[in-house]
């Protein structure tokens, strides 16, 4: 793997991890903070409350927290060649992609396969039809070095969309990082804690 296609990629991996380990703790810390405002209130369901309030803006720079579940895709259909994506524009990709599809592929297992190996592989297979038709590069890339297939040296346009999924999550950590739910799970002072929890219930009006 050239040097900055790997530097690219780590990148890439590096902040994956860091949104995955976030996103948990995000989870851990809404379900806290509106179990902690129906204690303040009696009245305000942790789930139902923040599936009410959304995701507008706040007059102090801090969202609600109430995010969808990112669910896994399963039984996704195998994406059509000709579909408009990085990974069928470029030739490189292309051949990877099919490297990985002879590998994974539920009809390519060999009679020796363990159900433990072939589910590994069917977990890799769902991942890099998702991740094509999600247009997700990272995850596609994350697939190959999986089954330890080389990466290529990643021309000007497919490392301009690499970067932009790196900026993407970056973008979905900084999210997380400024809303009401992860500004109060992070911090230890519990009247620190208390003024965040306060605030919220006064921008959102459930107090005066």
């Not at 994406?79 to 990877?96: M, V, Y």
């Not at 999550?169 to 929890?197: H, M, P």
Request: aromatic fraction near 10%.
């Amino acid at each position: 793997m050239e040097k900055n296609t790997r530097s690219l990629f780590l990148k890439a991996r590096y902040l994956n991890e860091e949104y995955k380990e976030i996103k948990e703790l995000f989870d851990k810390y809404y379900i806290e903070f509106f179990d902690s405002i129906k204690d303040h209130t009696g009245q305000v369901d942790a789930k139902d409350e923040g599936d009410k309030q959304g995701n507008g803006e706040l007059s102090t720079e801090v969202n609600d927290g109430s995010f969808s579940n990112e669910e896994s895709v399963n039984n996704e259909e195998e994406p059509s060649e000709d579909k408009n994506n990085a990974i069928f524009l470029s030739k490189d990709l292309k051949k990877i992609y099919k490297k990985i599809m002879q590998i994974t592929h539920p009809d390519k297992y060999p009679d020796y396969f363990e159900q433990k190996e072939k589910d590994k592989m069917l977990s890799i297979y769902t991942q890099c039809v998702s991740s094509i038709n999600e247009d997700d590069l990272y995850s596609f890339l994350e697939c190959a070095s999986k089954l330890y297939i080389e990466l290529p040296p990643l021309d000007d346009k497919i490392s301009a969309k690499l970067e932009k999924n790196c900026n993407k999550t970056q973008n979905k950590i900084n999210e997380i990082r400024t809303t009401y739910v992860w500004v109060w799970g992070i911090e230890d002072d519990n009247n620190r804690k208390e003024a965040v929890l306060n605030e919220f219930l006064k921008v959102k009006n459930i107090i005066n």
